[in-house]
């Protein structure tokens, strides 16, 4: 076996006194380094080869990594090179045979050293370059937050964030330049947060604090329709549950949500674990904003919303492993083209509201099988100076998985 040409070396704020021997002797030996150019001026007495600062776009570096295939290259990275680092990527193209790596302790372990803070016990979540509404779902009472922001904004749009959904008393600990001679740690309540005079390389620590009527999203599925902006066309909480229940997502799933009306359904698939995507098909463009409203308000505003009808909208769309169909079940094609774009072992849930779709739903489960249910949910309601049940359209579902 061929002794690797890649080595990736994490640096942190101080710079060549924090690396290791071996780390120093990769980079003195190094024909090429790739790195941000921090990492350069950091470690710039150790580099004897050609220097080169990440490009834009970035894939242009990683392919100037790629095609020194061969020769000495040394990549620079901050901190943990596979913690939300460039080693991820590199790894998608590289056999790790050919690399070795050299880790840093990460902005994470060291804002938890500093603060005590066991980090199996603590949420850890990079938003450089991502969106803050990421740290939405993990807002609960006294949760710990460790959240890696873009700049010297980021600390102030968390404390914004964290107003605005009703959890104005949390703490926030603002980490700069750990690890290095500017190091600075300070603390303030988000709905007091002034700090202005702020490291763009930051980390902040949260230990959230609900007000009363704060927006805390429960882990269950069947999220009460009232956290949801919606004109009427949503799958209600209980029915929610019960097909969310039978879609079965598991990890590194895509859900297609067919009609999706308010985007409850894509939603709470997200929700149920970070590696799950969505892309919701709305064909009323005002719904389909709201879908995009919704996403960001649930933190998960990497969902994929597409405008249009079905089941033209659905063309050139990455097959699904799993597909909900809550409205437009009837227009011509759409579940002939469901049904095809299914992946083998794909579930397929489809839910009737009226005698139409029921009746579609009828003839696929006649010529396909698969289970056929009846929901009937009622709740209790004023009747007179007494209380009686009001019972809701009952829906007729299908569930079915593809052989």
């Not at 702020?198 to 230990?207: S, V």
């Not at 799958?235 to 859900?255: G, Q």
Request: with cysteine; net charge negative; aromatic share 4%.
């Amino acid at each position: 076996m061929s002794s690797p040409w890649l080595t990736i070396i994490g640096i942190g704020e101080d710079g060549l006194y924090g690396l290791s021997p071996a780390a120093r002797t990769a980079l003195a030996n190094a024909e090429i380094v790739f790195g941000g150019a921090r990492h350069l001026e950091l470690a710039a007495p150790a580099i004897h080869g050609d220097q080169h600062p990440w490009q834009t776009p970035f894939s242009a570096s990683i392919d100037a990594v790629l095609a020194a295939r061969g020769r000495k290259v040394c990549v620079l990275a901050s901190g943990d090179p596979f913690h939300y680092g460039v080693g991820a990527t590199l790894s998608r193209h590289i056999d790790p045979a050919q690399m070795q790596v050299i880790p840093h302790p990460s902005a994470f372990s060291l804002a938890a050293a500093r603060l005590g803070w066991p980090l199996q016990d603590v949420v850890s979540l990079s938003l450089h370059g991502r969106s803050i509404d990421l740290i939405r779902p993990h807002l609960h009472a006294a949760v710990r937050i460790l959240a890696l922001t873009s700049d010297e904004k980021g600390p102030g749009a968390l404390a914004a964030l964290l107003v605005e959904a009703g959890f104005g008393r949390s703490i926030i600990t603002v980490m700069e330049a750990l690890g290095g001679p500017r190091e600075q740690v300070r603390s303030q309540m988000a709905d007091g947060f002034t700090l202005t005079d702020l490291d763009p390389l930051n980390i902040c620590a949260i230990t959230v604090v609900p007000l009363p009527g704060a927006r805390v999203l429960p882990l269950s599925p069947g999220l009460d329709d009232a956290l949801f902006e919606h004109d009427g066309q949503i799958t209600k909480r209980d029915v929610r549950a019960l097909t969310l229940s039978a879609l079965a997502p598991r990890r590194h799933e895509l859900l297609w949500d067919i009609g999706a009306g308010s985007g409850s359904i894509g939603i709470e698939w997200m929700l149920a674990d970070p590696s799950l995507k969505t892309v919701a098909i709305e064909a009323e463009p005002e719904r389909a904003e709201r879908i995009a409203r919704n996403a960001r308000n649930f933190g998960v505003p990497d969902l994929r919303v597409v405008g249009g009808p079905a089941p033209h909208a659905l063309a050139g769309l990455e097959a699904p492993h799993a597909i909900f169909v809550g409205g437009g079940g009837t227009d011509p094609g759409v579940m002939e083209a469901a049904l095809t774009a299914l992946r083998p072992g794909g579930r397929l849930v489809a839910n009737a509201v009226s005698l139409e779709m029921e009746q579609v739903l009828l003839a696929l489960f006649a010529e396909r099988g698969g289970e056929l249910v009846r929901l009937s949910v009622a709740q209790a309601a004023p009747l007179g100076g007494m209380t009686g049940w009001r019972p809701a359209m009952p829906i007729t579902q299908w569930r079915w998985s593809k052989p």
